[in-house]
């Protein structure tokens, strides 16, 4: 078997143990990336925009959403990930308080250096412009030597830490927001790093599904973060409310509205607040944010 298999392939194998049906499930996800996803957003449209009254389906989509979720990343804990230069692993259930899903939430990070950048399958299905295509991270070598070595239809290539980051920055220019995402069959812990928009990410619009059957249901953890607004340094110009991706600002001549329910902390308006008029506050009131620099961490 060793003769056949690749050595990422051996690896997902003895990292999920006796689970077999998880280590298939993980080749499978990431050899037929762009088919699984595609299947998958069309999957969840079929069952919206036919079953939408059928109020079970939410069980479903809590037992799909407890298994493959995302966390929103501010920018500031995406460059502290980015600029890793060891190994981290927080494996406990306290992480639940920063990414609020019942199995996949571990956060573990091997050889960060290593990272790899192709295609994104959200994109492809959702038919996303051409520039935007290249946009999907793996950060750690599980993940990224296993894209390196069967991801050739994707366009697979291996990046430096400093690329991967001016990728993110050229992306949120563009109103990207930045998400880690996490799934048991890969064994529950993230590694995968997208830049993601809501015309053109299957999980963003899966939630957005979802919640035609449970308002409560979300495939996207929020960042943790609120907005912090200085109304002396505001010039009602609206770049903040063109830029935010969830509509949670609105601005007029004479006023800026902020709704924090809506907010997902992805820090985007900050970016693009000409006039520093604006700042991110941790929000207890949210999951906590993933930055890894708060971790109690093992090394």
Not at 218 to 245: F, L, Q, W
Request: one cysteine or more; aromatic letters at 14%.
């Amino acid at each position: 078997m060793k003769a056949i298999l690749k050595p990422s392939t051996i690896a997902i194998f003895k990292k999920h143990g006796w689970r077999v049906d998880r280590a298939i499930h993980n080749y499978l996800y990431f050899v037929f990336y762009y088919p699984y996803v595609f299947i998958l957003y069309h999957t969840f449209k079929f069952l919206t925009d036919h079953f939408s009254w059928f109020t079970p389906l939410r069980h479903f989509l809590k037992f799909a959403f407890d298994r493959y979720h995302a966390k929103i990343l501010s920018f500031g804990d995406t460059r502290k990930i980015l600029e890793l230069n060891r190994d981290i692993a927080h494996i406990s259930d306290s992480n639940r308080s920063i990414i609020p899903y019942k199995f996949a939430y571990k956060i573990i990070f091997t050889e960060p250096d290593f990272i790899a950048v192709m295609d994104c399958p959200c994109k492809k299905t959702m038919g996303d412009e051409e520039w935007a295509i290249h946009s999907c991270i793996a950060i750690g070598k599980p993940v990224a030597s296993f894209w390196l070595e069967h991801g050739k239809k994707y366009n697979v290539e291996r990046i430096t830490q400093h690329q991967a980051l001016e990728l993110i920055k050229n992306f949120r220019k563009h109103g990207y927001i930045t998400q880690a995402f996490f799934k048991v069959a890969t064994g529950g812990s993230t590694g995968v790093i997208c830049n993601c928009h809501p015309k053109s990410c299957v999980s963003l619009k899966a939630t957005q599904f979802a919640k035609k059957f449970d308002a409560s249901l979300s495939m996207n953890a929020a960042a943790g973060y609120s907005v912090v607004h200085d109304e002396t340094k505001c010039k009602h110009c609206g770049d903040c409310s063109r830029i935010c991706p969830f509509n949670a600002i609105s601005v007029s001549n004479t006023s800026w509205m902020y709704n924090k329910n809506d907010c997902a902390g992805c820090e985007l308006c900050v970016e693009h607040c000409t006039h520093n008029a604006l700042s991110m506050d941790i929000d207890k009131s949210k999951p906590r944010p993933l930055d890894i620099a708060a971790l109690p961490l093992k090394y």
